[in-house]
């Protein structure tokens, strides 16, 4: 069973950085399509990032520049570093991964495996 557990999130001020880590258990990252996404109160799931499992990436534009989606093969993880971070990018964020697609999957009605999320808040 394909199991994904976010940390990393919390409390920072403007123009500070976080890294978000997703341990995966059951599945090896190098197989997965894995994103992630981001939802903010009020608003729909969005997506921030996503990597193939040949390393391909895509990234939304307003994070361009500024937040970096890599795995770990030897901690079989994948993490979110973010830069420069705003307070628009308060929100909960979770993990992705797929089973099924060899590519960078944007659409999170193609990934079958979520986090619970963890929460990153930005003051300004």
């Known amino acids: 069973q394909l199991q994904l557990r976010e940390s990393g999130g919390g409390l920072v001020q403007t123009g500070e950085s976080l890294r978000l880590s997703c341990a995966v258990s059951?599945?090896?990252?190098?197989?997965?399509?894995m994103g992630w996404f981001r939802q903010a109160p009020g608003k729909e799931r969005e997506f921030v990032a996503g990597?193939?499992?040949?390393?391909?990436?895509s990234y939304m534009d307003s994070v361009l520049d500024r937040f970096t989606i890599l795995r770990d093969v030897s901690k079989n993880a994948l993490y979110l570093r973010m830069n420069s971070l705003k307070p628009e990018d308060t929100a909960v964020y979770y993990c992705?991964?797929?089973?099924?697609?060899?590519?960078?999957?944007?659409?999170?009605?193609?990934?079958?495996?979520w986090g619970q999320g963890t929460q990153v808040t930005v003051s300004s």
């Open positions: 990597i193939s499992p040949r390393e391909s990436t």
């Open positions: 992705a991964a797929s089973t099924i697609w060899t590519t960078v999957v944007l659409s999170a009605t193609q990934y079958d495996y």
């Open positions: 059951g599945r090896t990252v190098t197989i997965l399509a």
